[in-house]
């Protein structure tokens, strides 16, 4: 059954004549009798009753035309419904994200995202990196925002902030009152640290810095989110090195001091399946890439 069909059918419905009703559809007389003789037969029942007087509903052609009107619409709704969509201006997103991009302007770029696109349904579920990427794999996210860049060839990404990394001390350790530390420094302290499994790239990136500084972190707790790594600390736990953005965390009892040198940075990415274009997709990462470099400079 074709909605054209459908759709000549409503309007002869609506008309009861063949003439008004082929001038409202912009097509000749005879395509229209052509076009419902054929819906009759799909349908396998006369709809109308016609003579050299007048034209009538059948009693099914008056069961059809309710049916008709509610397909026509739904398919006209559906149709707005993609446009919109392709257009960027409603949907759904499902979107994965690690912790620390809750103190990196991500619930900012959310918020002004969804004053601009209030059509769009927002979904949010904190994973690490690698479940992230999971997710994406099996279509069960549309969007994450993870710390590594080693993924699948069927997913894409794109860096969205790069931040050094700051050493995280308890408010009361000895270390707290320097301005800036030496990696060096921190050999012998009791280490927070990332765990591998959470982030692999985040935990070789820990020992790649602390083993550039000429000793092997001794690590006495591994935690699975960088909030729980803050807390931790903030508690007397140990000491750790952590991304910039966690300074504002807020936590009391964890203070934050920079190193005194460059050493590999902190990075956040913003990743995908590959395939034609989401425009919801793209239009989120530009607003939060802005975002992003707004909060770093603070």
Same mark, same amino acid.
């Given at each position: 059954m #074709?909605?054209?069909?459908?759709?000549y /059918? +409503?309007?002869?419905a #609506?008309e009861l004549? @063949?003439?008004?009703?082929?001038?409202r559809?912009?097509i +000749?007389?005879?395509?229209?009798s052509v076009?419902?003789r054929?819906l009759e037969?799909? *349908?396998?029942?006369?709809? /109308?009753?016609?003579n050299?007087? #007048? %034209?009538?509903l059948?009693p099914?052609?008056?069961?059809?035309?309710?049916s008709?009107?509610r397909?026509?619409?739904?398919?006209?709704e &559906?149709a707005?419904e993609?446009?919109?969509i392709a257009q960027g201006?409603a949907?759904r997103?499902r979107?994965g994200f *690690?912790g620390? =991009?809750l103190?990196?302007?991500?619930?900012?770029?959310?918020?002004a995202?969804?004053?601009?696109?209030p059509?769009?349904?927002i979904?949010?579920? #904190?994973l690490n990196?690698?479940v992230?990427i999971?997710?994406? $794999?099996?279509?069960?996210?549309d969007?994450?925002f993870v710390?590594?860049?080693?993924m699948?060839p069927?997913?894409?990404?794109r860096?969205?902030?790069?931040?050094?990394f %700051?050493?995280?001390l308890?408010a009361?350790? &000895?270390l707290?009152r320097?301005?800036?530390?030496a990696?060096?420094e921190l050999?012998?302290?009791? @280490?927070?640290? @990332? +765990?591998?499994?959470?982030?692999p790239d985040?935990?070789e990136?820990?020992?790649?810095?602390?083993a550039d500084a000429? /000793?092997?972190?001794e690590?006495?707790h591994?935690?699975?989110?960088?909030?729980? *790594?803050?807390?931790l600390?903030s508690q007397g736990m140990?000491v750790?090195?952590?991304?910039?953005? $966690?300074?504002?965390?807020a936590?009391?009892g964890?203070v /934050?001091?920079?190193?005194?040198?460059? %050493?590999?940075?902190?990075e956040?990415?913003? %990743?995908?399946?590959?395939?034609p274009?989401n =425009?919801?997709v793209?239009?989120?990462?530009?607003g939060l &890439?802005? +975002?992003l470099r707004?909060s770093?400079k603070?």
């Open positions: #074709e909605l054209r069909h459908l759709r /059918f +409503s309007v002869l #609506e004549h @063949f003439g008004r009703a082929a001038r559809l912009s +000749s007389q005879p395509p229209l076009a419902i054929q037969d799909t *349908v396998g029942a006369r709809l /109308f009753e016609r050299s007087k #007048e %034209v009538r059948t099914a052609g008056d069961a059809l035309r309710v008709a009107r397909l026509l619409q739904q398919a006209e &559906a707005l993609a446009r919109d201006s949907g997103l979107i *690690v620390a =991009m103190y990196r302007g991500l619930p900012q770029a959310l918020r995202f969804q004053a601009k696109h059509a769009v349904r979904t949010l579920t #904190e990196s690698g992230q999971a997710e994406l $794999m099996h279509d069960r996210l969007l994450g710390h590594t860049a080693r699948p069927e997913l894409q990404h860096l969205l902030l790069t931040e050094p %700051v050493c995280c308890p009361g350790h &000895a707290a320097r301005r800036a530390l990696p060096a050999r012998g302290e009791p @280490f927070v640290l @990332f +765990s591998r499994e959470a982030s985040y935990h990136r820990i020992l790649s810095i602390c000429g /000793f092997h972190p690590v006495r591994e935690v699975r989110h960088w909030l729980a *790594v803050v807390s600390v140990g750790a090195l952590v991304p910039q953005a $966690m300074r504002h965390s936590l009391s964890a /934050f001091r920079p190193l005194d040198r460059e %050493v590999t940075p902190s956040a990415y913003g %990743v995908w399946r590959a395939g274009p =425009m919801l793209q239009r989120l990462l530009d &890439a802005k +975002s707004e770093a603070r």
